[in-house]
């Protein structure tokens, strides 16, 4: 049972979305996309990302991504994943969301399950009992998985230089991050959708923001 569960949200509230997948999928240049599309439309939205998005889970990101520290244990991992996602919450996305704009963000409580849950290979329900707390009943209104071949992904961001601690992984660990995304899309297609991001950039961006107007068109049915 969650302590301090979020407020329930009024009709009016904004929309949570998430961009989620391996490294190399093209998460971060879909994300401004969503947003400038959304404004487009006329619809408040920002951007964010996790692990980050307050001053303090910024400082959080720096130790989980940093690889001047001893290997760290997957337990301090997980917890410090849910320490930035709690300052994250109430600090940036709720009070957003409850003030009408939409929230984008790159990545969340999915990639937990995929890279400590899958890759660390953490129990789930371990993770649950910390979504729970953390988060409540509360979900994303819309989780876009962007799928590739894990060869492909890591190819297209270690172009990009040398790799944070998490990208300086194994095959296999990605493999099992991959399999747990596909596993959670599949299972809810009502909050997920997986997109394969392997074909053109152009192919992939209008997968991406015809789901982002499904969820519109559907607000502004309801």
Do not use: N
């Not at 394969?196 to 997968?207: E, K, S």
């Amino acid at each position: 049972m969650a302590h301090d569960p979020p407020i329930p949200a009024p009709a009016t509230r904004g929309r949570f979305i998430c961009l989620e997948g391996i490294e190399g999928v093209g998460k971060t240049s879909h994300l401004e996309a969503i947003v400038d599309h959304l404004q487009a439309r006329g619809i408040p939205a920002v951007g964010t990302r996790e692990p980050g998005g307050t001053a303090l889970g910024e400082a959080v990101r720096g130790l989980l991504l940093s690889r001047d520290y001893p290997p760290m244990h997957p337990d301090t991992e997980l917890l410090l994943m849910f320490a930035a996602r709690a300052e994250h919450l109430r600090h940036h996305i709720l009070p957003r969301l409850e003030a009408g704009t939409w929230v984008v963000s790159d990545r969340f409580t999915d990639a937990t399950y995929a890279y400590q849950g899958g890759g660390r290979e953490i129990p789930a329900s371990r993770i649950a009992v910390l979504e729970e707390w953390v988060q409540g009943t509360w979900r994303p209104d819309l989780t876009l998985v962007l799928d590739t071949p894990v060869e492909t992904g890591l190819a297209r961001a270690r172009r990009r230089g040398e790799g944070d601690r998490f990208e300086q992984e194994t095959l296999a660990f990605f493999e099992r991050v991959r399999g747990v995304y596909r596993d959670r899309a599949r299972s809810d297609p009502a909050r997920y959708a997986l997109i394969d991001a392997t074909g053109p950039l152009q192919a992939v961006r209008r997968a991406v923001l015809e789901r982002v107007d499904a969820l519109c068109d559907g607000e502004a049915s309801a």
